[in-house]
């Protein structure tokens, strides 16, 4: 579907009230971006060589990093960069309705008012093409952004409302704090690792690590996932809420109900091997056997995950730390972990 974007024949009023900082020297832009490639090249990523490619990225990261201010207020944003697959032949990898608008000879700086960065998008195209794409529901998490990398064939820039910088393609993800740049890298290699040894589907362990990646470490919620069945669990855990909602870690719908409950509680949660979530809040309390032979490991939280997965040998335990980096647990030993930044 695609629906054309009427044009102003009049000015803004408001415009006379933006309050962005006045347009910069271009020799001191030109060096400001030259350092931004540069840091971003000594972190991992591989920028293309071709110069129309490479003066998108940077445009719209810098803009990302430093997006024009309206009456006090910063807005968020998203550009999709060089599309390989159409906006149409989204929908079906995102699970997303998807509408395009054409923008005609709109500039790009009118274009980007309209690009929240989470139920839409500016797509941009080195060969000086602009399109804007909307999404039926709102899609903005780092999981989001990857998925919608994945199915575009795309590089996704993004400032997310609460403020940092994301951007996602092939090489991961690059996630600005606002006070230095972090690079999480694709998640195969985890995915690998952890596969050799643990009895869950592909489909399923890549929805598990992107979750705990992307949705709760790069969020700073910390939490101890658990997936095995009832029937193996030991006799030690102490089950201390109400049973939740059978919530499914496969189905985007339900990923923000479980992000929000394990914002709020202590304790692991325990998933079937479907990814049904069957218990909230469990206390891991591990045998004498487990604390003898068990050695702490790192803090609390993954010293109880590794005990009780020397407890629980059938179980795959996931432990996220509330800086970031996830831990794979299982019969007592680290199987697989993600970037330490």
Do not use: C
Not at 33 to 51: F, I, K, N, T
Not at 123 to 140: E, I, K
Not at 178 to 197: F, K, M, N, R, S
């Amino acid at each position: 579907m695609t629906i054309s974007l009427p044009l102003s024949t009049t000015p803004e009023p408001i415009e006379t009230r933006d309050v962005s900082s006045p347009p910069m020297n271009p020799l001191m832009e030109s060096g400001r971006r030259r350092r931004l490639a540069e840091e971003l090249e000594e972190l991992g990523m591989l920028l293309e060589s071709d110069e129309k490619w490479r003066s998108i990225f940077l445009d719209e990261v810098e803009y990302a990093l430093r997006p024009r201010v309206h009456e006090r207020r910063v807005p968020s944003y998203g550009a999709v960069i060089e599309p390989r697959v159409a906006p149409a032949n989204w929908s079906k990898p995102t699970q997303l309705a998807i509408t395009k608008f054409e923008v005609g000879a709109m500039s790009l700086p009118e274009s980007r008012r309209f690009a929240d960065g989470l139920s839409s998008w500016l797509v941009r195209r080195r060969g000086g093409g602009r399109d804007l794409v909307a999404f039926d529901r709102p899609a903005g998490s780092e999981r989001d952004i990857g998925v919608i990398a994945a199915a575009s064939g795309a590089t996704v820039v993004q400032r997310h409302p609460s403020g940092p910088v994301r951007i996602v393609g092939e090489f991961g993800v690059f996630r600005w704090d606002g006070l230095d740049w972090h690079h999480e890298p694709p998640l195969q290699g985890l995915i690998d690792a952890v596969e050799a040894t643990a009895p869950i589907g592909h489909e399923l362990l890549d929805q598990i690590l992107s979750f705990a990646v992307h949705d709760l470490g790069a969020r700073g919620i910390g939490a101890t996932l658990v997936f095995g069945e009832a029937r193996d669990l030991p006799s030690g855990v102490e089950l201390r809420l109400e049973p939740p909602p059978a919530l499914r870690i496969g189905r985007p719908m339900d990923l923000a109900l479980i992000r929000h409950a394990l914002g709020q509680v202590d304790g692991a949660a325990v998933f079937d091997l479907s990814g049904t979530l069957r218990e909230l809040g469990v206390r891991l309390v591990p045998s004498p056997e487990a604390e003898q032979d068990v050695d702490g490991f790192r803090g609390m939280r993954h010293t109880s995950a590794r005990r009780f997965s020397f407890d629980a040998p059938h179980a795959t335990v996931v432990v996220v730390s509330e800086d970031g980096p996830v831990t794979v647990l299982r019969g007592g030993n680290m199987i697989g972990r993600s970037s330490p930044t």
